[in-house]
C-alpha cells in the first residue's frame, strides 16, 4: 500500500501563493494519474487539478490559470503551485493516485474517498 503525504499548507492572505507538496511512500509508478482534490466542511471532496502519466495538466474552471499542478516522477512527488489564492480556495487539500485514468475525469467533479485508490491524510489551506 501506498501511502502519500501532503505538505506546504498554511495560512496566507488573498493575492498570496502557496505551494503543496505531495510525496509517496515507495515509488510510484510513472503510469499512475495523480490529482489533487479539496473539501470544505459539509461538502464532498472536489477535484481541482489532475495529471496524467504524460505530464498533461487538467483543472477545473475555478482554478484555472491561478493553479499548476506537476509531478516529478524521480522524486516520487507531486506539486500544486496556487497564485493568486482566494478566500474560496480555503479547504483541506488532498493528494491522490490511481492508475485508472477515471481519476482526470473527476477534475471539477465530487468524489468519495472509495472512487480511488490511494488518498493522502489532507494538509489544510486557509485563505484571509
Known amino acids: 500500500h501506498v501511502q502519500l503525504v501532503e505538505s506546504g499548507g498554511g495560512s496566507v492572505q488573498a493575492g498570496g501563493s502557496l505551494t503543496l507538496s505531495c510525496t509517496a511512500s515507495?515509488?510510484?509508478?510513472?503510469?499512475?494519474?495523480m490529482a489533487w482534490f479539496r473539501q470544505t466542511p459539509g461538502k464532498d471532496r472536489v477535484g481541482v487539478a489532475g495529471?496524467?502519466?504524460?505530464?498533461?495538466?487538467l483543472y477545473a474552471d475555478s482554478v484555472k490559470g491561478r493553479f499548476t499542478i506537476s509531478r516529478d516522477n524521480a522524486k516520487n512527488t507531486l506539486y500544486l503551485q496556487m497564485n493568486k489564492l482566494e478566500p474560496e480556495d480555503t479547504a483541506t487539500y488532498y493528494c491522490v493516485a490511481d492508475s485508472n485514468k477515471g481519476l482526470m475525469n473527476a477534475i471539477g467533479h465530487p468524489a468519495v474517498e472509495d472512487d480511488f485508490t490511494h488518498w493522502g491524510q489532507g494538509t489544510q489551506v486557509t485563505v484571509s
Open positions: 515507495r515509488y510510484l509508478e510513472p503510469d499512475f494519474f
Open positions: 495529471i496524467d502519466p504524460d505530464g498533461y495538466p
